[in-house]
């Protein structure tokens, strides 16, 4: 079992940053791909980034691609996505999951103001 702490997130104005933090239990979070995934109010749920294991290849939703960048710390148990040049379509709750959805996240909300 694999349980997923978040933490980050918050309000912020358009052009601004955030970083969201994703800390895992369990001895095999550097077996795991990790991903990030957000649902905007009123819409369905949808990719943003992705993170191979062990080798760490990234892959981006295009709406984020340049301004997001997802990396993990297999030493802490721990993947990030930093989320830069806000904009605020970003608006939504973010979630990270593990190993293609068989681990979620609760989830945290980001906001961002114009």
């Known amino acids: 079992q694999v349980q997923l702490v978040q933490s980050g997130g918050g309000l912020v104005q358009a052009g601004g940053s955030l970083r969201l933090s994703c800390a895992a239990s369990?001895?095999?979070?550097?077996?795991?791909?990790m991903a990030w995934l957000r649902q905007a109010p009123g819409k369905e749920r949808e990719f943003v980034a992705r993170?191979?294991?062990?080798?760490?290849?990234?892959y981006y939703a295009d709406s984020v691609k340049g301004r997001f960048t997802i990396s993990r710390d297999n030493a802490k148990n721990t993947v990030y996505l930093q989320m830069n040049s806000l904009k605020p379509e970003d608006t939504a709750v973010y979630y990270c999951?593990?190993?293609?959805?068989?681990?979620w996240g609760k989830g945290t909300l980001v906001t961002v103001s114009s």
């Open positions: 999951n593990a190993d293609f959805g068989a681990y």
């Open positions: 369990g001895r095999d979070f550097s077996n795991y791909t």
């Open positions: 993170i191979t294991r062990p080798g760490g290849n990234t």
